[in-house]
Nanobody, 124 residues
Framework: EVQLQASGGGTVEDGGSLRLSCVVS????????IGWFREVQGKGRDNLSC????????YYGDSAKGRFTISSDNAQNTVYLQMNSLKPEDTGLYTC?????????????????WGQGTLVTVSS
């Protein structure tokens, strides 16, 4: 059974930071580009970032560039998303996802796997 367990969401003030975690099981960690998308009310799915653990390459969507940093701990099968300078418009449901390719970050298709999201609320 594939599991992508996201955690770390919560409520922060405008300008604050959060670090999301995704613990992965049921797939070979190195075979996938694992990362995050979010669903923001009124804007649909926003693909943020993924990291290809076989070679360490990272990919960012436009919304994540400059403020968000993705990383991974291969020994723990965990992917992190450090989010800084958060804004109220970052409020949404953040979901961990995985695909053998990084195309989904570019908006091409859906990732193969995703889990339940973690809610991020940024108050003004």
């Amino acid at each position: 059974e594939v599991q992508l367990q996201a955690s770390g969401g919560g409520t922060v003030e405008d300008g604050g930071s959060l670090r999301l975690s995704c613990v992965v099981s049921g797939i070979t960690f190195d075979d996938y580009c694992i990362g995050w998308f979010r669903e923001v009310q009124g804007k649909g799915r926003d693909n943020l970032s993924c990291i290809r653990n076989s070679d360490g390459r990272v990919y960012y969507g436009d919304s994540a560039k400059g403020r968000f940093t993705i990383s991974s701990d291969n020994a723990q099968n965990t992917v992190y998303l450090q989010m800084n300078s958060l804004k109220p418009e970052d409020t949404g449901l953040y979901t961990c996802a995985a695909d053998r390719n990084e195309w989904w970050i570019r908006g091409i298709g859906m990732p193969e796997q995703w889990g339940q999201g973690t809610l991020v609320t940024v108050s003004s």
